[in-house]
């Protein structure tokens, strides 16, 4: 039953199709499901495709396949992103109808050359085409103009942030110079258009999050709740990625023990048994008991999240 104090949860996991879920991708699935469905909330899902030239043939099907076999049911229908291009060229027109984005010629080596100093993910833009296109250049991007000063918010998870987005990225890209949206873009039109009010990722997106709540007060919606789940590291301190961490149904260990391992590493104490009863008893303990305040900030082998960087 919805809690009548509680507004009624709207979570998602958006999986990019660029390989097999990983056990990093698996702890965020798990920790977005269980708060998602607290109170009778929904989680809804999301293929983030948009990149394609990074999209690996069947691995949408393999990760779809994996979250059956885990017992991580979604709601409603998939979103594809690569079938969203319509509402992102009219968010886009938007903005430019209100003079926040401008034309940028700029190439990758001249920014390098010319920025002020590194930043969140590499260097900062300096501005160079935002008061128009140099003479005789085209352009080759869309940059979003980014207001000086700090952007405040409250993690779920690690406590207050804030970042200052002209010193720490600068005006930042929209659409590339392969005509592709970027990923901020596409994922705040997105969780608007599907009424996400709580967003449960990697602490690898944190540095990005500032990034979306301005990108959601200049397209004048409503920016989600967000919490950021500790990285899965190898012993090295690197972050598993698809290649070294595959979760499949056909390895040995069973979706319960799986399921037990990732709500383990987020701090949740697992009852002994539980972890080999069927995955649906496992997943609504988890529903039920999950406490986010036992979720660790830090683990063994894990870096700082605000050293983590994302590259899309």
């Known amino acids: 039953m919805v809690s009548s104090f509680a507004k009624p949860i709207i979570g998602r996991f958006a999986p990019s199709p660029t390989g097999p879920l990983h056990f990093g991708s698996l702890v965020a699935a798990v920790g977005s499901y269980c708060l998602a469905r607290r109170n009778g909330g929904q989680w809804l899902l999301r293929m983030e495709d948009l990149d394609v030239p990074r999209v690996v043939p069947g691995a949408a099907d393999d990760i779809l396949a994996t979250l059956e076999w885990l017992g991580l049911h979604?709601?409603?229908?998939?979103?594809?992103?690569?079938?969203?291009?319509?509402?992102?060229?009219?968010?886009?027109?938007?903005?430019?109808?209100?003079?926040?984005?401008?034309?940028?010629?700029?190439s990758r080596q001249e920014i390098r050359l010319s920025a002020p100093h590194p930043g969140e993910d590499g260097p900062v833009y300096p501005g160079t085409c935002r008061a128009g296109l140099r003479p005789g250049r085209k352009s080759r991007a869309v940059r979003l103009r980014v207001?000086?000063?700090?952007?405040?918010?409250?993690?779920?998870?690690?406590?207050?942030?804030?970042?200052?987005?002209?010193?720490?990225?600068?005006?930042?890209?929209?659409?590339?110079?392969?005509?592709?949206?970027?990923?901020?873009?596409?994922?705040?039109?997105?969780?608007?258009?599907?009424?996400?009010?709580?967003?449960v990722r990697g602490a690898d997106l944190l540095g990005s999050t500032p990034r979306q709540i301005y990108l959601h007060s200049c397209l004048g919606t409503s920016p989600p709740?967000?919490?950021?789940?500790?990285?899965?590291?190898?012993?090295?301190?690197?972050?598993?990625?698809?290649?070294?961490?595959?979760?499949?149904?056909?390895?040995?260990?069973?979706?319960?023990?799986?399921?037990?391992?990732?709500?383990?590493?987020?701090?949740?104490?697992?009852?002994?048994?539980?972890?080999?009863?069927?995955?649906?008893?496992?997943?609504?303990?988890?529903?039920?008991?999950?406490?986010?305040?036992?979720?660790?900030?830090?683990?063994?082998?894990?870096?700082?999240?605000?050293?983590?960087?994302?590259?899309?």
Do not use: M
Not at 79 to 91: H, K, M, P
Not at 188 to 196: F, H, N, Y
């Open 74 to 106: 979604w709601d409603g229908e998939i979103v594809l992103q690569s079938r969203r291009t319509e509402a992102y060229l009219e968010a886009l027109a938007g903005l430019r109808q209100q003079g926040l984005v401008f034309d940028c010629s700029c």
């Open 225 to 312: 709740d967000y919490l950021h789940l500790p990285l899965v590291t190898n012993a090295r301190g690197e972050k598993i990625s698809k290649r070294n961490g595959a979760v499949r149904a056909d390895r040995g260990e069973g979706a319960g023990l799986l399921v037990c391992r990732a709500l383990d590493f987020l701090g949740q104490k697992v009852p002994a048994d539980l972890c080999r009863a069927p995955v649906s008893e496992l997943l609504d303990w988890g529903v039920r008991s999950f406490d986010v305040t036992r979720i660790p900030v830090s683990v063994k082998g894990l870096q700082p999240a605000a050293a983590e960087k994302k590259t899309r």
């Open 147 to 199: 207001p000086k000063g700090p952007i405040d918010y409250r993690d779920g998870v690690f406590g207050p942030q804030t970042q200052d987005l002209s010193q720490a990225v600068g005006d930042f890209v929209l659409r590339r110079a392969d005509g592709l949206f970027a990923y901020q873009l596409a994922v705040v039109v997105d969780d608007a258009a599907s009424g996400i009010n709580q967003v």
